[in-house]
């Protein structure tokens, strides 16, 4: 993914000096670059003068191309509406050089999205069959490749953990409370696992859209006053200690009681009495 993302980020830097065309057919779609239509519409037309000569017929065909089924037609209109449009042009030889060197950097970005996609596939793959998956992606949030990476860093050892709140700072979602003197200070943590806290940010995100008991919780810090990273590293907090809980239970989520609010502590006699009552002779 890394070689993909350097690869990518030459490309689109070669494309913004001379064309500009085809990173604006692409700028609000998903994956810009990476999209199998984009990289087969750069290799059949490297240089603007070459897309400006492409019809709508054969933009559908280059569509169908790449595994496109629905909205052909729809597609191939705004994608030649787009590059038909009006753009500062290098002069033809220029542009045919920086058309040669666009085709260089395409085969490099072609080789690292094979790559990538491979070796995704590969890590579902062995990661489905161990025993642990099933319950690890009964996790909003988690699919396949995050909960790889999450089992990846915490390990099947269960006895590695003594409970959740160690599972948490290692996580780096648990705050540090640091107490001197009159000042008490919550912060989080800085230490941690990297790779872990990162994957759980993109957990906590997914989680969102994925769990109402999740959004809900989110929101309630958000009432409370935190920004929004901070509500959601909470709710990584709430998710990973949920997991913790799975795994040791060997069963699988139930939002039904993760997604349950908390309990307000139970009202002991004395808290029903005041102050006045309190410094009442009588009492």
């Not at 037309?45 to 019809?55: D, G, I, K, V």
């Not at 500062?88 to 690292?112: C, K, S, T």
């Not at 579902?124 to 996790?139: G, R």
Request: glycine share 6%; with cysteine; aromatic share 6%.
């Amino acid at each position: 993914m890394w070689e993909r993302t350097c690869a990518h980020n030459k490309l689109h830097s070669l494309l913004r000096g001379y064309y500009p065309s085809l990173l604006a057919a692409f700028a609000t779609k998903r994956g810009g670059l990476l999209r199998p239509e984009a990289r087969a519409l750069l290799a059949a037309a490297p240089t603007p003068r070459a897309a400006a000569n492409l019809t709508t017929t054969k933009l559908r065909a280059l569509l169908a191309d790449t595994g496109r089924q629905r909205g052909l037609d729809t597609e191939a209109a705004r994608l030649h509406s787009v590059l038909h449009g009006e753009y500062v042009h290098h002069p033809p030889m220029v542009e045919d050089a920086f058309g040669i060197q666009a085709l260089a950097l395409l085969r490099q970005l072609d080789v690292a999205c094979a790559n990538a996609e491979h070796l995704a596939a590969a890590a579902v793959a062995h990661f489905e069959k161990h025993p642990d998956a099933e319950i690890i992606t009964s996790l909003p949030g988690l699919g396949s490749l995050t909960g790889a990476r999450v089992l990846a860093e915490i390990g099947d050892d269960r006895s590695r953990f003594a409970d959740a709140r160690s599972l948490k700072a290692y996580a780096a979602s648990a705050p540090v409370t640091r107490a001197s003197g009159k000042s008490l200070t919550v912060m989080h943590r800085r230490v941690k696992n990297q790779r872990l806290a990162a994957v759980g940010y993109v957990w906590a995100f997914a989680a969102l859209t994925a769990s109402p008991g999740a959004r809900a919780h989110y929101d309630r810090r958000r009432t409370a006053g935190d920004r929004h990273t901070a509500a959601q590293r909470n709710l990584f907090n709430r998710l990973i200690g949920c997991l913790h809980h799975c795994l040791d239970a060997r069963q699988t989520y139930n939002e039904n009681t993760a997604s349950r609010p908390p309990r307000p502590p139970p009202r002991r006699p004395l808290d029903n009495l005041s102050a006045w009552d309190v410094l009442s002779p009588n009492t």
